[in-house]
């Protein structure tokens, strides 16, 4: 029976979760920069930074918390997860895909970051990322980099190095308590000005623009049950609001698919399946039935 590869990278994933774990709630050392307080903090988010000792790094560990209203951590997660709606919270991002699955949400990815003008190079990261479902309703994501021969440095690029990019995410009567932590070491030559004045302004910042995209544009369709599934892909794009869903089914196995209805307010179709694959729309969420096991492309697309 067909199962996911073997994981290699167990011992990085734990590393980034006990860091997570440690800080995410932690008051030692952090120091508020911007208080969700302030007058111009629309959004509510606190902006906190801490410099560890005999940290090498230029950019400090960065930390924000806030409260999204409205979203549970579910929807909150969809937004963060898929590739294609990544730049809507993520200014720096230039690319970032799935290499290899090894779960679920357990995956290797590559991404690039674009650099600042002439002064700084873009940067890239080879790393894996995991999501852990908690029986209280929280979420929490990690992801962290990692060592693979098949993806070397490029010329152009500076390979920067994840200790951790980590979300925890809570849920709460008026939505989901975010916070999101980041330890990264750029590696090579960024100037102190512009670490101060961008760098460390832009990444606490993902929550707000989260936070914004899901309120402007809804959240993205995504598994709201469990599933025997093996997760060959998924992604959502925006501008054709377009969910692409690639697995291989098992016999027996029904699942659920949530969508947003500010996303398809004329409602949604169901593409692909093909034989053996019963799809099923009522209200907000498409019902997935596989009768044999086979290999699946579908796609969830707008009326």
């Given at each position: 029976?067909?199962?996911?590869?073997?994981?290699?990278?167990?011992?990085?994933?734990?590393?980034?979760?006990?860091?997570?774990?440690?800080?995410?709630?932690?008051?030692?050392?952090?120091?508020?920069?911007?208080?969700?307080?302030?007058?111009?903090?629309?959004?509510?988010?606190?902006?906190?930074?801490?410099?560890?000792?005999?940290?090498?790094?230029?950019?400090?560990?960065?930390?924000?918390?806030?409260?999204?209203?409205?979203?549970?951590?579910?929807?909150?997660?969809?937004?963060?997860?898929?590739?294609?709606?990544?730049?809507?919270?993520?200014?720096?991002?230039?690319?970032?895909?799935?290499?290899?699955?090894?779960?679920?949400?357990?995956?290797?990815?590559?991404?690039?970051?674009?650099?600042?003008?002439?002064?700084?190079?873009?940067?890239?990261?080879?790393?894996?990322?995991?999501?852990?479902?908690?029986?209280?309703?929280?979420?929490?994501?990690?992801?962290?980099?990692?060592?693979?021969?098949?993806?070397?440095?490029?010329?152009?690029?500076?390979?920067?190095?994840?200790t951790i990019t980590g979300w925890v995410l809570?849920?709460?009567?008026?939505?989901?308590?975010?916070?999101?932590?980041?330890?990264?070491?750029?590696?090579?030559?960024?100037?102190?000005?512009?670490?101060?004045?961008?760098?460390?302004?832009?990444?606490?910042?993902?929550?707000?623009?989260?936070?914004?995209?899901?309120?402007?544009?809804?959240?993205?369709?995504?598994?709201?049950?469990?599933?025997?599934?093996?997760?060959?892909?998924?992604?959502?794009?925006?501008?054709?609001?377009?969910?692409?869903?690639?697995?291989?089914?098992?016999?027996?196995?029904?699942?659920?698919?949530?969508?947003?209805?500010?996303?398809?307010?004329?409602?949604?179709?169901?593409?692909?399946?093909?034989?053996?694959?019963?799809?099923?729309?009522?209200?907000?969420?498409?019902?997935?039935?596989?009768?044999?096991?086979?290999?699946?492309?579908?796609?969830?697309?707008?009326?």
């Amino acid at each position: 029976m067909a199962a996911y590869p073997e994981f290699p990278y167990q011992a990085e994933r734990d590393a980034a979760l006990e860091y997570l774990r440690r800080e995410a709630f932690s008051e030692d050392g952090w120091v508020t920069f911007v208080d969700n307080a302030t007058s111009d903090n629309k959004q509510g988010v606190t902006y906190q930074k801490k410099t560890a000792k005999g940290d090498s790094s230029a950019i400090p560990i960065v930390r924000a918390r806030g409260l999204v209203e409205g979203f549970t951590p579910q929807q909150f997660l969809a937004l963060i997860t898929y590739p294609g709606v990544r730049a809507t919270w993520d200014v720096r991002i230039e690319k970032t895909e799935v290499l290899k699955r090894f779960g679920r949400f357990l995956s290797e990815f590559y991404a690039i970051k674009r650099g600042i003008g002439w002064v700084v190079s873009p940067r890239d990261i080879v790393g894996c990322q995991d999501t852990i479902i908690n029986e209280d309703g929280s979420i929490e994501r990690v992801l962290t980099s990692v060592e693979d021969s098949d993806r070397p440095p490029v010329s152009g690029r500076v390979r920067a190095t994840v200790t951790i990019t980590g979300w925890v995410l809570s849920p709460v009567e008026q939505g989901t308590n975010v916070t999101y932590v980041v330890k990264v070491n750029p590696n090579g030559s960024i100037p102190t000005a512009i670490i101060n004045s961008t760098v460390v302004q832009e990444i606490p910042g993902a929550i707000s623009r989260a936070s914004e995209a899901l309120h402007s544009k809804g959240y993205p369709p995504y598994i709201s049950s469990d599933t025997q599934a093996l997760i060959r892909g998924e992604d959502f794009d925006f501008s054709t609001r377009i969910f692409e869903f690639d697995f291989l089914g098992k016999q027996g196995d029904v699942f659920e698919i949530t969508f947003d209805s500010k996303i398809y307010s004329q409602g949604v179709t169901v593409e692909g399946g093909g034989d053996g694959v019963e799809a099923s729309v009522d209200d907000n969420r498409v019902t997935i039935k596989v009768e044999k096991e086979r290999e699946v492309q579908l796609r969830v697309v707008p009326l």
